[in-house]
């Protein structure tokens, strides 16, 4: 029991019979790909098993997750009061500034008795440097690979995460209407940055996994561009995309904005992006491959002759976020081969936006969660392109 134990789960984000769930579904998991343990380094499947955020993830951190027995955590000396409030763990450990994390983890292995976990080692903040140490540290031979093992496990969302997500989703209406109110000639892209984000966490957003997209003129058809001061002039388009954030859980959304009236290239364009989405959405429904929106979206994109204006997926998965990306993209596409079923509680972002690159970026987006009918969009706002 460490000197921080009275904190314990002061900060979380969810009740500890949430977790405990999440925690009994990995064991699992882990059971059946023959492992004794799992040594977690992911920050996002770290978060959804055990509630630990901090802002300090950037230093080493894992979790070792036994088929028999509790978790154990182990972070940096500084962060032991922060995962002792945000998780309702009993052990966490601590290494201190200087010392080598890998000699750390193999210690705490050690002192819980276990023999060769499985190593996930398609975490973010894990290096092949550090992995190799870790090997070493708890050797002879390379320890097993446990990667992919809990990601199938985070795209179903229950009630609890749901709920968090459709709180970020309403964080992230109040900041794109509040950007779509802001463009008007002659202000500025900062400025409109500034509006979206203070709606955003006026309306109750925490801190976002990714920051704001906001882009203008020429720079709007560029993928990911962000501010940069640009002032707005009269025919410019401007590209505005953001992400809420409740309890690390994610819901962004897109829209499209022109200066003045646009050309009728680029409101063709705008009126085939959002064809495209609205057959996307309507090809979500459960049991339906993840492939289908994506396919329904292409063939209507391919029928206008706009094909090499997309060159994407349609979707990808959102929730438990961590810098630097807002979505769960690495864990489920709506793409072209992915064979993965759509059940309920399945969460999708759906950026529909079609691109004439260097001048122009036009369409809207969707975060919807799968029912048991089809999609339910989380965002009323008018998805058509607003003129200013």
Same mark, same amino acid.
């Given at each position: 029991m460490h000197e921080f134990a009275g904190l314990r789960g002061r900060e979380a984000a969810f009740p500890e019979a949430e977790f405990a769930a999440r925690q009994a579904a990995a064991r699992t998991a882990i059971a059946a790909?023959?492992?004794?343990?799992?040594?977690?380094?992911?920050?996002?499947?770290?978060?959804?098993?055990?509630?630990?955020?901090?802002a300090g993830?950037?230093?080493?951190?894992?979790?070792?997750?036994?088929?028999?027995?509790?978790p154990a955590l182990l972070v940096r000396q500084l962060e032991l009061p922060g995962a002792a409030a945000n998780t309702w763990?009993?052990?966490?450990?601590?290494?201190?500034?200087?010392?080598?994390?890998?000699?750390a983890l193999a210690t705490l292995v050690r002192r819980?008795?276990?023999?060769?976990?499985?190593?996930?080692?398609?975490?973010?903040?894990?290096?092949?440097?550090?992995?190799?140490?870790?090997d070493a540290a708890l050797g002879p031979d390379r320890l097993p690979d446990g990667s992919g093992l809990l990601a199938p496990l985070r795209v179903v969302k229950s009630a609890a995460e749901l709920a968090a997500i459709r709180a970020a989703a309403r964080y992230a209406q109040a900041g794109i209407a509040a950007g779509l109110e802001a463009c008007a000639a002659g202000t500025d892209e900062n400025a409109v940055a500034a509006v979206m984000l203070a709606a955003a966490t006026a309306a109750g957003s925490e801190a976002m996994a990714m920051e704001p997209l906001v882009a203008s003129g020429p720079r709007s058809g560029l993928p990911h561009m962000t501010w940069r001061r640009r002032r707005l002039e009269p025919g410019d388009a401007v590209f505005l995309e953001l992400a809420g954030s409740h309890a690390r859980y994610h819901a962004a959304l897109m829209r499209s904005v022109w200066i003045g009236p646009p050309p009728a290239e680029a409101q063709g364009m705008m009126d085939c992006a959002l064809h495209a989405l609205d057959a996307a959405l309507a090809a979500i429904r459960p049991g339906h491959p993840c492939?289908?929106?994506?396919?329904?979206?292409?063939?209507?994109?391919?029928?206008?002759?706009?094909? *090499? =204006?997309?060159?994407? &997926?349609? %979707?990808?998965?959102?929730?438990? @976020?961590?810098?630097?990306?807002?979505?769960?993209?690495?864990?489920?596409?709506?793409?072209?081969?992915?064979?993965?079923?759509?059940?309920?509680?399945?969460?999708?972002?759906? *950026? =529909?936006?079609?691109? &004439?690159? %260097?001048?122009?970026?036009?369409? @809207?987006?969707?975060t919807v969660i799968v029912t048991a009918d089809g999609a339910e969009p989380l965002s009323d706002l008018p998805r058509s392109l607003s003129v200013r």
């Amino acid at each position: 029991m460490h000197e921080f134990a009275g904190l314990r789960g002061r900060e979380a984000a969810f009740p500890e019979a949430e977790f405990a769930a999440r925690q009994a579904a990995a064991r699992t998991a882990i059971a059946a790909a023959g492992h004794h343990a799992l040594v977690v380094t992911g920050p996002e499947t770290i978060y959804w098993l055990t509630g630990r955020q901090t802002a300090g993830y950037f230093a080493f951190q894992a979790l070792v997750v036994p088929v028999s027995g509790d978790p154990a955590l182990l972070v940096r000396q500084l962060e032991l009061p922060g995962a002792a409030a945000n998780t309702w763990l009993h052990d966490i450990a601590a290494y201190p500034d200087g010392a080598d994390p890998a000699e750390a983890l193999a210690t705490l292995v050690r002192r819980r008795g276990l023999d060769r976990p499985a190593l996930e080692r398609d975490g973010w903040f894990v290096s092949p440097a550090l992995a190799a140490r870790i090997d070493a540290a708890l050797g002879p031979d390379r320890l097993p690979d446990g990667s992919g093992l809990l990601a199938p496990l985070r795209v179903v969302k229950s009630a609890a995460e749901l709920a968090a997500i459709r709180a970020a989703a309403r964080y992230a209406q109040a900041g794109i209407a509040a950007g779509l109110e802001a463009c008007a000639a002659g202000t500025d892209e900062n400025a409109v940055a500034a509006v979206m984000l203070a709606a955003a966490t006026a309306a109750g957003s925490e801190a976002m996994a990714m920051e704001p997209l906001v882009a203008s003129g020429p720079r709007s058809g560029l993928p990911h561009m962000t501010w940069r001061r640009r002032r707005l002039e009269p025919g410019d388009a401007v590209f505005l995309e953001l992400a809420g954030s409740h309890a690390r859980y994610h819901a962004a959304l897109m829209r499209s904005v022109w200066i003045g009236p646009p050309p009728a290239e680029a409101q063709g364009m705008m009126d085939c992006a959002l064809h495209a989405l609205d057959a996307a959405l309507a090809a979500i429904r459960p049991g339906h491959p993840c492939s289908a929106p994506h396919a329904a979206a292409q063939a209507v994109i391919d029928a206008a002759g706009y094909g *090499p =204006a997309f060159r994407k &997926r349609i %979707g990808y998965a959102m929730g438990v @976020a961590f810098a630097p990306d807002w979505g769960e993209g690495a864990l489920l596409s709506l793409f072209t081969g992915q064979d993965r079923l759509i059940e309920p509680g399945m969460v999708f972002h759906l *950026p =529909a936006t079609l691109r &004439r690159y %260097g001048h122009w970026t036009v369409g @809207a987006s969707e975060t919807v969660i799968v029912t048991a009918d089809g999609a339910e969009p989380l965002s009323d706002l008018p998805r058509s392109l607003s003129v200013r």
